[in-house]
């Protein structure tokens, strides 16, 4: 929950970049709900990711049976920041909690890599 309420508390400083967080995760629409409402996350969250899922995003899939994915098991960390255009600018791929995208960091991504295309037109 620390990675969503991380990315949350950016997300006014990522919409003034005209950007969009979007998260997903393997558990039931249920208890995405419940997170959402109880760590305050109002940027859209996905639920009821499979396996089919995180093999075409290219991404790790934990067997565990303890996760509460309705297809058991859950999806490995993975993010990516996308252009407008579906270019990636970043991606990130885990097998745990380590390691993950830091929102200071994206936002300073985005803010330079738009600070190099405005340099760039003139």
């Known amino acids: 929950m620390r990675q969503l309420v991380a990315w949350e508390r950016k997300r006014e400083n990522l919409q003034d970049l ?33 396996k089919a899922h995180a093999e075409a995003l290219g991404a790790g899939w934990n067997n565990d049976t303890e996760g509460t994915a309705i297809s058991g098991g859950h999806i490995e960390p993975t993010e990516f920041i996308l252009t407008n255009y579906g270019v990636v600018l970043g991606s990130m791929y885990a097998s745990g909690a380590i390691g993950r995208m830091d929102p200071d960091e994206a936002v300073q991504l985005i803010k330079n890599r738009e600070a190099h295309r405005n340099r760039n037109k003139g």
Request: aromatic residues 6%; proline residues 3%; charged residues 20%.
């Open 18 to 50: 005209d950007c969009t967080i979007i998260a997903a995760s393997s558990d039931t629409p249920e208890l995405v709900r419940g997170t959402a409402h109880q760590y305050k996350i109002n940027y859209r969250l996905g639920h009821s990711v499979t």
